[in-house]
């Protein structure tokens, strides 16, 4: 008889376990349930509508550092599936990635459409059924007949549907994306599976009435910013937002300390210093030789640092310097405040922003319950994990997608083969 594949989720992952396992045994009857009216959205929407489908980062001990939580288990995945796979798979089927500076790598035809219709297209030629608004509500594991040993022995699954459908499935792979409520894991762990519970990542910082908001649109190509009192500490461009802050740095700060700031109920104290390449000291001692070296001009008009215009004068106005003040003139005690200012500026920070397009969750699946090489349960046989429902994340520049290419891979590699 032919053997089935239900995929629930489609998504990327969902998606590429789906077509990856049609690929591999085109004797399987595969079916991906969606349980929204909508596929492939964080696809759709990534990137800007772009669409950063993986990162040139060619090392794997390298490549798990940009992930909070998963590190261990990616190590091993990616040595089955990694960046190199990921671009040779879109390149068979013509479409070139082109890398950015900053290493994110997106489809020459700088739309996100062209992976859309890709995945798509791949699926028709494989005669994969797409279910829409299918949410599925139970899986029920079918024991064998006449089969008295108790642990992976069955005969396949039924899953049952909230608007009153069910299926019966031998193989299913769970790639329906992360949850943000405990609650939406119920179930699953009705399976046997636990899981860490779900906790915002890769959001941005409220400072509410705070000056430095009305500096919106400015970015600070290079900060350190540390959250007071932890060990968390990132460098990158910091972009100061209607709000607060956001960009690269704040991102990934809030990434590796998600499970910290959500304990904190994101209230919390961060120092900020401005020019990361020297200490509060170090700015001292640049700020008294430039008041030799520049003694006769105006400190508002010479800006050493090399910082935007309208960020130094917020630093003075901050300091109460006045911008008409001769560097010779400048009181050391105010020049010494404007040291600490640069060097380590503190802000209260209270509440985040999360955007859909880059809202992930840090939490799923424990992944000693999984098996790293073919993502299969250690639990249940025959059942599949792919994607973010798996307590695996990283932060932005393309490398969640890579571990959905790379999780629904390995899925399809293994169901494939039985």
């Known amino acids: 008889m032919q053997k089935k594949l239900i995929v629930i989720g489609g998504g990327a992952a969902g998606f590429f376990c789906a077509i990856n396992a049609a690929l591999k045994n085109p004797k399987l009857d595969v079916t991906i349930m969606e349980k ?33 939580r998963g590190e261990k288990f990616l190590k091993q995945s990616f040595h089955h599936f990694f960046t190199t796979d990921t671009i040779n798979w879109f390149e068979k089927r013509s479409i070139k990635l082109k890398t950015e500076d900053d290493g994110r790598m997106f489809p020459e035809s700088n739309t ?49 549907c909230k608007n009153g459908a069910e299926f019966n499935a031998d193989f299913i792979c769970i790639a329906c994306g992360g949850y943000n409520k405990t609650e939406q894991f119920n179930w699953l762990a009705k399976l046997g599976h636990s899981f860490e519970s779900p906790v915002p990542s890769l959001f941005t910082f409220n400072i509410p009435q705070n000056p430095i908001v009305e500096l919106m649109g400015i970015t600070l190509k290079d900060v350190v910013v540390k959250i007071n009192g932890t060990k968390h500490k990132k460098e990158g461009p910091l972009l100061i937002t209607h709000w607060g802050f956001s960009g690269p740095a704040i991102l990934k700060l809030s990434a590796f300390a998600a499970k910290d700031l959500a304990e904190l109920k994101y209230d919390f104290y961060i120092s900020v210093n401005w020019l990361p390449l020297l200490n509060e000291s170090l700015v001292l001692e640049k700020l008294k030789l430039y008041r030799n070296e520049l003694a006769s001009q105006k400190i508002s008009n010479r800006n050493p640092f090399e910082l935007p215009q309208r960020f130094w004068k917020y630093h003075l106005q901050l300091c109460g310097i006045n911008e008409y003040t001769r560097w010779a003139d400048l009181p050391a005690k105010l020049q010494n405040l404007l040291a600490i200012q640069l060097g380590s500026q503190q802000f209260h920070v209270k509440g985040k922003t999360t955007f859909k397009e880059e809202f992930v969750t840090a939490g799923g699946i424990k992944l000693n319950e999984v098996n790293a090489v073919t993502m299969e349960s250690r639990i249940i046989s025959q059942l599949f994990f792919a994607g973010e429902i798996l307590d695996v994340d990283g932060i932005t520049g393309g490398f969640n997608f890579q571990h959905a290419w790379t999780s629904g891979w390995l899925a399809a590699n293994k169901i494939a083969s039985f």
């Open 36 to 68: 929204t009216s909508k596929l492939l959205s964080k696809v759709r929407v990534s990137g800007g509508g772009r669409c950063n489908v993986t990162h040139a980062c060619f090392s794997i001990a390298e490549m798990i550092k940009k992930y909070p």
């Open 112 to 160: 996100s459409e062209t992976i859309i219709d890709c995945l798509l297209q791949q699926a028709n030629r494989s005669d994969i059924k797409i279910l829409m608004n299918s949410e599925v509500s139970e899986i029920e594991k079918l024991q064998k007949q006449n089969e008295n040993e108790k642990n992976s022995h069955h005969d396949g699954f039924r899953l049952k």
